[in-house]
């Protein structure tokens, strides 16, 4: 099977959506089909791989994403493939996978990240001057509402009410084929190791329960709101919770922040790290009180790695979250009183040992293989049908 798919980036350290589309390509490949990829990224030479590297230059960030979106068009015409699968707004596609969620959601979710009124008019206001998401709600919108345009893969539940109700998308254009992560292998000679030699290297007692979080967008994904609530319980006597921070959104504000706070013994930003893996396994649970995340890979790899997860409806993974039975999903991230419960909760080792154990059960459905194994399959119904339906 011949196959171009298209996302304007495939750089890793630009987020979730960019590392799950090099997951699924790689998968892809060993499946056997031909993979031609056009970007404007330019990655490493991959044995399989076909990639077109599409300039957009221009002198703004919004001109770069229109020229590349049409140059890819006017490429694909040209070309012969059994299907085109784009993962960035592009016309002439059979499918349309927004692993981002939809334009028109990510704007909406931003402006509710805004507590005060005034706050949420201001930002409406300076959204009308972002060319870029003026384009690319534009180009989203006419890939929605023209009745021949593409199946719309969604990632959860939460994409396909996306779907619904910014677009009113009929259900014979929807798929909803949840995400996926890679499973590392491991033994448990490792998994103890990298928890000892990491909480050893941050200080972290034994009997000390230790909370990570993985973010690169700190205000986003709720930040702000766990640390408020590790200073209530700070001020409830427990002195028993260590707060580690991996991401790139660390800066002088947040120190700031913790400082204010007098969480500095209790709080540690790490920064970016190549050791995710071994964090999760150090860890005794993950939080993520996001303001939006279409499907968070940070919460779906700590349920394989057997974390309990403290989430929020905003969150498409929050699917997978049974309340106090494998983690926490809440329903207003604001709450802080509510978090910080949750944690506390999570302060008694048997329970958390349990949901822990239900947590992995969990993780051990949403496998990229598995991912990529329902797209190949709707990649031949549609080569099959010769048209969308």
Not at 75 to 92: K, M, N, T, Y
Not at 207 to 220: G, I, K, P
Not at 375 to 383: E, G, K, N, P, V
Request: net charge positive; aromatic share 8%.
């Amino acid at each position: 099977m011949r196959i171009a798919l298209v996302s304007e980036w495939l750089d890793a350290w630009r987020g979730g959506a960019e590392t799950s589309t090099l997951q699924f390509l790689h998968h892809l490949m060993d499946s056997g089909a031909e993979v031609h990829v056009y970007t404007r990224s330019r990655p490493s030479p991959t044995p399989g791989l076909t990639v077109h590297t599409i300039s957009g230059a221009s002198m703004s960030r919004t001109r770069c994403s229109v020229t590349f979106a049409h140059r890819v068009e006017r490429r694909l015409r040209a070309e012969s493939f059994d299907v085109v699968h784009a993962i960035s707004p592009c016309r002439g596609v059979d499918i349309y996978q927004p692993r981002g969620g939809t334009v028109a959601e990510t704007i909406q979710r931003n402006i509710a990240l805004r507590q005060s009124p005034a706050g949420r008019s201001i930002k409406l206001y300076t959204n009308y001057f972002n060319l870029k998401q003026r384009f690319m709600l534009q180009m989203e919108r006419q890939l929605m509402l023209d009745p021949r345009g593409p199946i719309v893969v969604a990632i959860s539940d939460y994409v396909v009410n996306q779907l619904k109700s910014h677009y009113d998308l009929p259900d014979h254009r929807v798929r909803k084929i949840f995400n996926g992560v890679n499973i590392p292998p491991s033994s448990e000679a490792k998994v103890g190791e990298e928890r000892r030699t990491i909480r050893h290297e941050f200080g972290v007692k034994d009997d000390q329960l230790l909370v990570l979080t993985v973010a690169h967008n700190f205000r986003l994904k709720g930040v702000a709101r766990w640390l408020e609530a590790l200073a209530l319980l700070r001020s409830r006597g427990v002195t028993d919770v260590r707060a580690i921070v991996l991401g790139k959104g660390d800066s002088p504000r947040w120190h700031r922040l913790v400082q204010r706070l007098d969480l500095a013994e209790w709080v540690t930003f790490v920064g970016p790290s190549d050791r995710v893996q071994g964090f999760y396994r150090a860890a005794d649970c993950l939080i993520h009180p996001t303001y939006y995340d279409p499907c968070s890979r940070v919460v779906m790899e700590a349920m394989t790695s057997g974390l309990p997860c403290i989430t929020s409806k905003w969150d498409g993974a929050s699917e997978l979250v049974e309340d106090g039975v494998n983690g926490y999903r809440m329903d207003d991230p604001w709450d802080i009183a509510a978090l910080a419960d949750r944690v506390d909760r999570l302060r008694e080792k048997p329970h958390a040992q349990a949901l822990g154990l239900a947590a992995r059960a969990v993780g051990e459905r949403i496998s990229m293989a598995a991912h990529t194994k329902k797209m190949l399959d709707l990649y031949s119904t549609i080569r099959a049908d010769g048209k969308r339906e």
